[in-house]
C-alpha cells in the first residue's frame, strides 16, 4: 500500500509492479438537479476526479445506485446511467457493471480504479515553501445550488455552474502532469478551507491565499450576501476553525465561501514558481480557462512560531 487514509488524499493506492499501480475511490452523491442526464455526468466526473487528483488515469468505474423505484420511473435511472457513461467515455475509462439497492432517495456514484506510475503519485502533502498554489475550477456551486432551489439564481449563472461541475479535471491534470507537482488534492464537500488545511497538515507548512485571486463562480457570493447558504457550511467551518485564519478586510460573505461545500471542484496544486506562468498559459489554451494563481505556501516560522494556524486566507 503506497497511499492509504493516513493524510485524508483521495484515493488509495496499491503497488502491483516496480512500474505499475492501481488508484482506488470511490463516491457518490444526492442530486444536485433534476435532470438525471445531468446529475449523472456530475457524479461521474465528482467520483473520476479522486483518480486524477492522484496524479493517475481512469481504467474502470463501476456504477453505485440507491434508487427510489417505487417512486421514480425507470426512465430516471436510465438517464443517470446515460449521464454517467458520457463522462466515463470521456475520461477514457469502461463502465464494468456496478450495484443497485433500493432507497428512499436516489443516489448515485462510482467506484473508479486507475492505474499511475508508483513514482509518480501526487498526494495531498509534499508542498515546499516557495511552492505557489494553482487552483483550476471556480468556487461557490454549493451555495448556487442551494440559492436555485429558491429561484434565486439567473439561468446564466446556474448554466455556468453546471457546466463547470460536469467538466472532468482530465485536461487540467494531463497538463499538470508535465510539470513538477509538488502536493494536490481536489476541492470538494469540505470547501477550500477543509482541503486547504489538509494539504498544509500533511506538508506541514502554512498555505497562504489572496482572496481576491480566488475564481468564484457568477452570483455565489452575492448569494451569500442574500443570507442564503448550505447545511455544510457550519460544520466545515467548525471542523477547521483553530487552524485557518481570515484577514480583517474580508467581510463574512467572502469568509462563508472558503467553506461552500463543492461537488466536482477544480484541482488544487502546489508548484515551483518558476513553472506556473507556463502552467497556466497552457491550461488557460487548453480551455482551463478558471485556472489561476491563488497564494503560496510558506515556512510556518515565516507566519509564527506560536500560531496554530497553518491556513491563511488574505
Not at 497511499?3 to 475511490?25: H, K, P
Not at 457518490?28 to 476526479?49: K, L, Q, R
Request: hydrophobic share 45%; with cysteine; net charge negative.
Amino acid at each position: 500500500m503506497l497511499v492509504g487514509f493516513e493524510n485524508s488524499d483521495d484515493a488509495g493506492v496499491y503497488r502491483l509492479n516496480e512500474d505499475s499501480a492501481i488508484v482506488v475511490t470511490a463516491d457518490f452523491i444526492t442530486p444536485p438537479v433534476d435532470d438525471p442526464e445531468i446529475f449523472g455526468e456530475i457524479a461521474a466526473a465528482n467520483a473520476i476526479s479522486d483518480v486524477y487528483a492522484m496524479g493517475g488515469v481512469p481504467l474502470t468505474c463501476l456504477n453505485l445506485v440507491c434508487f427510489p423505484s417505487k417512486k421514480l420511473s425507470g426512465d430516471v435511472l436510465q438517464g443517470i446511467i446515460r449521464g454517467a457513461l458520457n463522462k466515463i467515455r470521456e475520461s477514457g475509462a469502461v463502465m464494468a457493471g456496478g450495484h443497485t439497492v433500493d432507497d428512499e432517495e436516489p443516489k448515485f456514484g462510482l467506484a473508479v480504479t486507475g492505474l499511475v506510475h508508483p513514482d509518480k503519485i501526487w498526494r495531498n502533502g509534499g508542498a515546499l515553501p516557495g511552492d505557489k498554489l494553482i487552483l483550476t475550477k471556480p468556487l461557490g456551486s454549493g451555495v448556487l445550488l442551494n440559492a436555485n432551489l429558491k429561484n434565486l439564481v439567473s439561468k446564466q449563472a446556474l448554466d455556468n455552474c453546471l457546466d463547470s461541475m460536469r467538466a472532468l479535471n482530465a485536461s487540467a491534470a494531463s497538463i499538470l502532469s508535465d510539470f513538477s507537482v509538488h502536493a494536490a488534492t481536489d476541492v470538494t464537500g469540505f470547501g477550500l478551507a477543509g482541503h486547504g488545511l489538509e494539504m498544509a497538515r500533511a506538508s506541514g507548512t502554512l498555505l497562504e491565499m489572496e482572496f481576491g485571486k480566488l475564481p468564484v463562480m457568477d452570483e455565489a457570493i452575492q448569494m451569500y450576501k442574500r443570507g442564503i447558504s448550505t447545511g455544510s457550511n457550519a460544520s466545515n467551518r467548525q471542523a477547521v476553525a483553530e487552524q485557518v485564519g481570515f484577514g480583517k478586510s474580508l467581510d463574512e460573505s467572502s469568509v462563508e465561501l472558503m467553506f461552500d461545500p463543492q461537488t466536482s471542484g477544480g484541482l488544487l496544486v502546489a508548484v515551483p514558481a518558476d513553472e506556473v506562468e507556463e502552467i497556466l498559459s497552457r491550461l488557460h489554451s487548453d480551455g482551463v480557462s478558471s485556472a489561476c494563481q491563488i497564494g503560496q505556501v510558506l515556512a510556518i516560522a515565516e507566519h509564527s512560531a506560536v500560531s496554530p494556524v497553518l491556513l491563511s486566507f488574505i
